[in-house]
Nanobody, 126 residues
């Protein structure tokens, strides 16, 4: 069992930056692909970024490419999402998630991920 705890959300003005952290319990963290998802009101949950176990491969949604950076520290069991140049449309609840079935294949569907954090709210004001 893996427990994920996100932190770092809040209110920020458009153009600002935030850094989300997701701390994971469990020794097998390094074996999992990790993803950051978001869900805005009335919208489906979407994957905005994901990273393989080594950090060698990453994925970014087109809407965040060039602005968000995902990284991980396996020694600290933590995955990060650095968000720059934030826009009002980035407003959502952000979740980190772990896909225990793979360390190297990035999957984008929420249903592919086994463990989820509780979510952290981000509001970007215009």
């Amino acid at each position: 069992q893996v427990q994920l705890v996100e932190s770092g959300g809040g209110l920020v003005q458009a153009g600002g930056s935030l850094r989300l952290s997701c701390a994971a319990s469990g020794r097998t963290f390094r074996n999992y692909v990790m993803g950051w998802f978001r869900q805005a009101p009335g919208k489906e949950r979407e994957c905005v970024a994901a990273i393989t176990w080594s950090g060698g491969s990453t994925y970014y949604a087109d809407s965040v490419k060039g602005r968000f950076t995902i990284s991980r520290d396996n020694a600290e069991n933590t995955v990060y999402l650095q968000m720059n140049s934030l826009k009002p449309e980035d407003t959502a609840v952000y979740y980190c998630a772990a896909d225990r079935s793979t360390a190297q294949i990035i999957r984008l569907r929420p249903g592919s991920y086994d463990y989820w954090g509780q979510g952290t709210h981000i509001t970007v004001s215009a």
